[in-house]
């Protein structure tokens, strides 16, 4: 999966598969419309299609006596995994989300009651910037892990780099480009994405639901292969 190509090369392979002007220079006026039209369609494609994102874990360090803390960068909020976990005296122990009153009634963070480990977290604001809560407070240093996808960002200059595919994102962006233009090659080139973004998907690894040191379930073996499978611990 080809990802981190550059803006500047994206519109390259944008124009060759248009069929356009490959010298940016001749028609300068539209690079600020391509620009727009592959930021636009990476947001769509990497929302629409989870896999097409790389998966990232980031680590919040808890600070005794401490209740809110900024978000860590480089994961996306919107599309975290669950469960998460906080790592104390290297045991992992797993939390929840959602913070509400039959929690306080516990421990009253409100009166700065403290506790270990850490059972839960939120997201709330505080002086108008998103903060993560935790609950109980901390009265031991501990580290909060989480998992989920990479976020986007936008791509605002010409050394900025894509964080999906990026054939599936030029060819998608053709397709629509070609559309507009009431090109013959439209539903050519649309029928050509779908068909790469199938590819995509269907190459992606899958986590097993069960798993067992004697290997994959039995119905995963092909069917030339009939020894039992036994469960281990």
Known sequence: MPVGTTLLKLRSML????????????????????N??????????????????????VSLTAVVGTQYYALPSGIDFDRLEKPEF????????RIGFGIGQEEYNIFRSDLGVRATP???WDLVNVANVLNIELWPIPSTAQT????????ISEMDTDAKTCVIDDMALVMFTAAEILLRQGSNDAQAKAAKA????????????????????AGVRQEQRGKH??????ATT
Not at 16 to 33: F, N, R, Y
Not at 42 to 57: P, W
Not at 86 to 93: A, E, G, P, V
């Open 118 to 120: 850490v059972m839960k």
């Open 225 to 230: 292969n009939q020894r039992p499978v036994v």
């Open 144 to 151: 909060i892990e989480l998992a989920g996808l990479i976020p």
């Open 86 to 93: 906080t790592n104390l005296s290297n045991f992992r122990y």
């Open 194 to 213: 779908g068909a790469y973004l199938n590819s995509l998907k269907a190459s992606y690894p899958i986590k097993h639901e069960t798993f067992n040191l």
């Open 36 to 57: 727009q039209l592959l930021n636009n369609q990476q947001a769509f494609l990497a929302n629409q299609h989870a896999y097409l994102r790389g998966k990232t874990r």
């Open 15 to 34: 124009n060759a598969e248009c069929g356009q002007e490959m010298d940016e220079t001749v028609s300068p006026g539209k690079v600020t419309l391509q």
